[in-house]
């Protein structure tokens, strides 16, 4: 593989993560209604 593919392929693994892990945090916040994730979640965002 070309270096130049490596990298882009790792930043877009690196992106595809964060966007999933933002996503999983809201669900978490939805199905366990918690102050303090609720609070973390809206500080996540900065909501709060």
């Known amino acids: 593989m070309n270096r130049t593919?490596?990298?882009v392929a790792f930043?877009?693994?690196v992106a595809g993560v964060s966007i999933l892990a933002n996503f999983g945090l809201?669900?978490?916040?939805e199905k366990y209604p918690q102050?303090?994730?609720a609070?973390?979640?809206a500080y996540?965002?900065?909501g709060a």
């Open 35 to 37: 102050l303090g994730l």
């Open 26 to 29: 809201e669900l978490a916040a």
């Open 5 to 7: 593919v490596r990298r």
């Open 11 to 13: 930043w877009s693994a």
């Open 39 to 41: 609070r973390f979640t």
């Open 44 to 46: 996540t965002h900065k």
